[in-house]
């Protein structure tokens, strides 16, 4: 069975830093992408970006380019996402995502249950 | 802001038929495939329709989707009252060279 286990709530001040995590089993993590998905508090979904853990690579959404980091650890099936820098304005819930790429459609068919960072003074 | 729209919300009654549409432009539905996601309160998004009209393996029958230009449309029919959720169209923009999701309609059972 393919599941995605995300690390748990964080409450963060601004201007700290922040690394979420998205471990996965039950299938070949290095032989599909991750992608990474915001939604923010009464709002709907929002795409960040996806990685390919078997070579790193890595296409960022033009909204978060820069203003995130994605990345993996192959080596222990795991993805992150992180931050510099939090701002209130980061405060979401964050899903990962299995995501399959066939021809001329993109889809993310298993989901992990979601990071919900709170960043407060 | 969203490059696929969908209208707010929908709402029918147990049994009956509700169809949720998306809009898009040649550079998104029209050029690639749809899929549609369920966000069921307090959950994570669940893929419901891939590739258009395919359906996952324990998805139930009553989910179907259709495509037509640069717009897609999702049909529930027999609705239920654990249909009750957020739905949510995506495809892949080639302009933006990005996913880009649908605005979400809220489907209400009576």
């Known amino acids: 069975e393919v599941q995605l286990v995300q690390s748990g709530a964080e409450v963060k001040k601004p201007g700290e830093s922040l690394k979420i995590s998205c471990k996965g089993s039950?299938?070949?993590?290095?032989?599909?992408?991750i992608g990474w998905v915001r939604q923010m508090p009464g709002k709907g979904l929002e795409w960040m970006g996806i990685?390919?853990?078997?070579?790193?690579?890595?296409r960022y959404s033009p909204s978060f380019q820069g203003q995130v980091t994605i990345s993996a650890d192959k080596s222990i099936s795991t993805a992150y996402l992180q931050w510099s820098s939090l701002k209130a304005s980061d405060t979401a819930m964050y899903y990962c995502?299995?995501?399959?790429?066939?021809?001329?459609?993109?889809?993310?068919?298993?989901w992990g249950q979601g990071t919900l960072v709170t960043v407060s003074s | 802001q969203s490059v696929l729209t969908q209208t707010p919300s929908a709402s029918g009654t147990p049994g009956q038929r509700v169809t949720i549409s998306c809009s898009g432009s040649s550079s998104n539905i029209g050029s690639n495939a749809v899929n549609w996601y369920q966000n069921l309160p307090g959950t994570a998004p669940k893929l419901l329709i891939y590739s258009n009209n395919q359906r996952p393996s324990g998805v139930p029958d009553r989910f179907s989707g259709s495509k037509s230009g640069t717009s897609a449309s999702l049909a529930i029919s027999g609705l239920q009252s654990e249909d009750e959720a957020d739905y949510y169209c995506a495809a892949w923009d080639d302009s933006l060279n990005g996913l880009v999701f649908g605005t979400g309609t809220k489907v209400t059972v009576l």
């Open positions: 990685f390919f853990p078997g070579d790193s690579d890595i």
């Open positions: 995502a299995r995501t399959r790429i066939r021809g001329r459609g993109v889809d993310f068919d298993s």
């Open positions: 039950g299938y070949s993590f290095t032989s599909y992408w």
